[in-house]
């Protein structure tokens, strides 16, 4: 692997639970800490100990149950938070207490009701007091992106000076931008006195909607640690997605030289546990591993598919565990897909015959949402009766046919009980291909 390593530290089960609706109690927690271990995040950031009872006990079970990363336990810059965390993370292999209190005049003046020098100093001492219970203390200025950024720099080196091991600095309300996200954090790369015995971790929130490239701007200007969550939840519009933020340093390497050790292909199993647990669904239309990110319904679209998926696809479905691509039958889809539905539901058709089912299919389509099976095989009995029928005989030497040609799962070519979608797996190479030949070939997106 090429590049330098980027440190994922996962905020789900803290930060993301912090989004209403969100929350986890102890048992969730553990099965969605499992899975982040699968998943290969570097640090998991278990809850806040002193929030309640609850989030004690989850990082607690946490620390026991998954013992290969990082476990963090957050704690505001007081002596009791931080023993509260520390007894929190006991048990656990690798602990680091992750400190934080806001820097910003807005939140010093208006929030803490503390000057300057008192935070400076409430900075210090705590992370020294941290250090004193683990050896890996993380600090967060809360608000670092509206603060003074002289004074974060002071801020940065007393707690340096004090043990911090990892600088995070979040953009705690969504608010700055990449170009300025990145000088920050490139300043702060050359101006904090011993910043080269840290690492630099970016944190952003998606107010926004700029969470994820901030943290790029961050990486790409000196960061090494991203904090993030699956499926970007998190406090108002969320934290940074973690998927996103992954699969962008994958598929663009060519512009980002960093890696990460998540296993991609966990991405979508992650994201439907984490789905299923706080039973937030997910957009439809989330980057990644939201359910249209691998559909096609367009008729260009899907004939650009079926001849090659780069044509509209630059990562595949199951490079992030999305089981495969969907065509979806609506009315922008053309003759290419339908005809491909047909085969697959056994009638073949040729040209002026598919033109005819085609043409009943857009008036159809034209009327109803999503054109189902039921709707399609109605169509093609009312216009033709079985007279298309593909004989059965024909079907099975095709798909042994398919087999042999070394189709992954060929039983996908006629999937039962989905209705509206259907998988394009090894569709390419069938005999909707060979019609295709005969077609003049721009009608055959529409
Ligand atoms: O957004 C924020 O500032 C935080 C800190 C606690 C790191 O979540
Ligand atoms: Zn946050």
């Given at each position: ?8 530290f ?9 989004s ?12 969605l800490?499992?899975?982040l271990?699968r ?5 998991i ?11 004690f ?7 026991a149950?998954v ?8 704690a505001?810059a ?11 993370l ?11 209190l ?5 939140h ?7 000057s ?6 409430q900075?210090?001492?705590s992370?020294?007091?941290a250090r ?13 992106t509206?603060?003074?950024p002289?004074f974060l720099?002071?801020?940065l ?5 004090a ?5 995070n ?25 011993g910043i ?32 993030c ?5 998190g ?13 962008a ?6 512009k ?13 199993p ?6 299923e ?13 939201g359910?249209?990110?691998f559909?096609?319904e ?35 889809s053309?003759?290419h ?5 047909c085969?697959?539901?056994?009638y073949?058709?040729?040209r ?21 099976d039921h709707?399609l ?9 079985e ?16 087999v ?7 039983r996908?070519?006629f999937?039962?009980?989905?209705p509206?979608?259907f ?8 005999a909707?291909?060979?019609?295709h030949?005969?077609?003049e ?6």
């Amino acid at each position: 692997m090429e590049g330098q390593r980027i440190t994922v530290f996962d905020t789900t089960l803290r930060d993301g639970e912090q989004s209403p609706g969100c929350s986890m109690n102890v048992h969730e927690k553990v099965r969605l800490g499992r899975q982040l271990d699968r998943l290969g995040v570097d640090v998991i950031e278990a809850g806040f100990p002193i929030a309640s009872d609850g989030d004690f006990a989850a990082v607690q079970a946490i620390a026991a149950a998954v013992p290969r990363p990082i476990i963090a336990g957050l704690a505001r810059a007081s002596r009791h938070d931080i023993e509260r965390a520390a007894k929190a993370l006991e048990f656990a292999i690798r602990p680091r207490i992750h400190v934080f209190l806001a820097t910003s005049d807005i939140h010093l003046q208006h929030k803490l009701r503390i000057s300057r020098q008192q935070c400076l100093e409430q900075a210090a001492n705590s992370v020294r007091l941290a250090r004193t219970l683990c050896d890996d203390v993380e600090f967060s200025p809360e608000d670092a992106t509206r603060t003074d950024p002289e004074f974060l720099f002071q801020v940065l080196a007393a707690v340096i000076e004090a043990g911090a091991t990892t600088l995070n600095i979040p953009d705690t309300v969504g608010y700055t931008v990449p170009a300025e996200f990145g000088d920050l954090i490139r300043n702060i790369r050359e101006r904090v006195p011993g910043i080269e015995k840290t690492t630099i971790s970016a944190h952003c929130h998606n107010d926004l909607g700029l969470a994820v490239a901030n943290s790029l701007a961050a990486i790409a200007n000196g960061a090494r640690q991203v904090e993030c969550t699956i499926n970007g939840i998190g406090e108002r519009a969320g934290n940074a997605s973690l998927e996103e933020i992954v699969m962008a340093l994958r598929v663009r390497a060519d512009k980002y030289a960093y890696y990460t050790a998540i296993a991609t292909e966990q991405l979508y199993p992650t994201s439907q546990m984490l789905e299923e647990i706080t039973e937030i669904p997910v957009q439809p239309n989330k980057a990644i591993i939201g359910r249209n990110a691998f559909a096609h319904e367009a008729g260009i679209h899907q004939d650009g598919m079926l001849k090659n998926r780069l044509t509209y696809e630059i990562m595949t479905p199951q490079s992030v565990g999305v089981p495969d691509s969907k065509l979806v039958l609506g009315k922008h889809s053309g003759r290419h897909a339908l005809s491909l539905r047909c085969e697959q539901l056994g009638y073949r058709f040729e040209r002026r015959d598919l033109d005819e089912v085609y043409r009943r299919f857009v008036v159809l389509a034209d009327e109803i949402k999503h054109v189902h099976d039921h709707h399609l095989l109605e169509l093609i009995r009312e216009a033709y009766g079985e007279t298309h029928r593909i004989p059965p005989g024909r079907v099975a030497a095709e798909l042994a046919e398919a087999v042999a040609a070394g189709a992954e799962e060929p039983r996908r070519m006629f999937p039962g009980g989905v209705p509206a979608e259907f998988s394009a797996v090894n569709l390419s190479s069938g005999a909707a291909a060979e019609h295709h030949s005969e077609q003049e070939d721009y009608l055959w997106g529409v």
